[in-house]
């Protein structure tokens, strides 16, 4: 797909923000539709990870409430936190696994 490729190569230097605007460009194609614009992401960037249909929704939102794709600040500690606590367990265990692992 020209389209496609031509998007990857003016956003190639920051993959996640090409992923995002690629999300809502796909949202826009869709009319809104999440599911659709799914459909066509997968279409588009058939070698990406495809997000579940609520991530364009979300995207979009965030898009539209902040300006830009960044979360506030306050939304990025708060997520930070969680992740580091959900990680943790796995995190121990390799080192259990790996007694050598410099962390």
């Given at each position: 797909?020209?389209?496609a490729?031509?998007?990857?190569?003016?956003?190639?230097?920051?993959?996640?923000?090409?992923?995002?605007?690629?999300?809502v460009?796909?949202?826009?194609r869709?009319f809104?539709?999440?599911?659709?614009?799914?459909?066509?992401?997968?279409?588009a960037?058939?070698?990406?990870?495809l997000p579940?249909?609520?991530?364009?929704?979300?995207v979009?939102?965030?898009?539209?409430?902040?300006?830009?794709f960044?979360?506030?600040t306050?939304?990025?500690?708060r997520?930070?936190?969680?992740?580091?606590?959900?990680?943790e367990?796995?995190?121990?265990?390799?080192?259990?696994e790996?007694?050598?692992?410099?962390?």
């Amino acid at each position: 797909m020209l389209f496609a490729s031509v998007f990857k190569e003016v956003f190639l230097k920051n993959s996640r923000l090409y992923e995002m605007t690629g999300m809502v460009l796909m949202h826009g194609r869709a009319f809104g539709n999440g599911l659709e614009a799914r459909r066509l992401h997968g279409q588009a960037f058939p070698d990406w990870n495809l997000p579940d249909h609520r991530a364009f929704n979300a995207v979009v939102q965030r898009l539209r409430q902040n300006g830009g794709f960044r979360r506030r600040t306050s939304d990025w500690s708060r997520q930070e936190t969680n992740q580091l606590l959900n990680a943790e367990p796995e995190i121990l265990n390799v080192v259990e696994e790996n007694p050598g692992i410099s962390v």
